[in-house]
């Protein structure tokens, strides 16, 4: 099954395999349901029209978006390479407890489609393609989306202590370009690609598998939930394989283009 979220004259609306659902439907009230009683709970939904509409992140704005950092060893040895204080990622990379911290709130994570930022005060930005994990109330993976986690290298290389800033602004947080509900064995294993486009030239592209993550989806949605409650859900950004080369910065006027399995989560980069 397949979440979908659209701008409509009314108003935003959810729509459930391309038919749009109930006006009232709220994915927080969805993410208040047990896995057990989910299907009945979406099955007993009315569905209407085709969904039509531009595409809208697939998150309420009221929620909270997480992320993990340093689960690739390809993430670690960047981290590494970017950073004064390279023993910080090896640890994080080596223990038992995983990097979390807090991404965005609902209302400024942008969708597919929408243009994303690189911040002015920064002269190494790139874009980080991940698996994003739907997680209800009781901390149970319901489902995954596609995300975009930009980040600014050079501010969080500086310092480690630098990272809220070099991740959590306006315009940093991309995801889309829905949801697809499934069992968490179906992540283990789903192929991640990303390609920049500037000028109409092909100018980075990289691959990986979510199955070279050290650590699996249940063991950071644990985590995170462990001595953290949210009652409408949270979605945790699981980090990225793939990052470009030392001398590559993203410009303005990019085009990310992120797939993740079947998602494709497109997005420029602003003018400003």
């Known amino acids: 099954m397949y979440l979908s979220r659209h ?24 993410l208040e349901q047990p896995t057990a009683t989910l299907s009945a709970f979406l ?60 991404k965005s709130v609902g209302w400024r994570v ?59 602004y306006t315009g940093s947080c991309a995801l889309g370009p829905g949801i697809v509900l499934t069992a968490p064995a179906t992540l283990r294993d789903l192929p991640v690609q990303i390609g920049i486009q500037r000028n109409g030239q092909r100018v980075f592209e990289g691959e990986t598998r979510t199955s070279r993550m050290k650590r699996t989806p249940e063991e950071l949605a644990g985590y995170l939930t462990l001595e953290l409650s949210f009652p409408r859900g949270v979605l945790l950004f699981t980090g990225t394989g793939i990052v470009p080369p030392a001398e590559f910065t993203m410009q303005r006027g990019d085009l990310v283009s992120i797939r993740l399995a079947e998602l494709l989560l497109e997005n420029a980069v602003a003018a400003d």
């Open 43 to 102: 099955a007993a939904l009315p569905r209407s029209e085709a969904a039509e509409g531009a595409l809208l992140p697939p998150v309420e704005a009221d929620q909270e978006v997480w992320a993990a950092g340093v689960t690739y060893l390809r993430s670690r040895e960047a981290r590494e390479a970017e950073s004064t204080q390279k023993d910080v990622y090896t640890r994080v990379y080596e223990s038992k407890r995983p990097e979390l911290f807090f």
């Open 7 to 30: 701008q409509t004259p009314h108003g935003a609306r959810w729509a459930l395999d391309g038919q749009f659902l109930p006006v009232s439907f709220d994915l927080g009230v969805l």
């Open 110 to 168: 942008v969708g597919h489609g929408a243009p994303i930022r690189i911040r002015k005060d920064s002269a190494w930005n790139v874009p980080e393609p991940e698996l994003v994990l739907v997680i209800n109330s009781r901390g149970e993976i319901i489902g995954y989306s596609a995300g975009n986690d930009v980040s600014s290298r050079d501010i969080e290389g500086e310092n480690p202590l630098y990272l809220p800033q070099a991740k959590v």
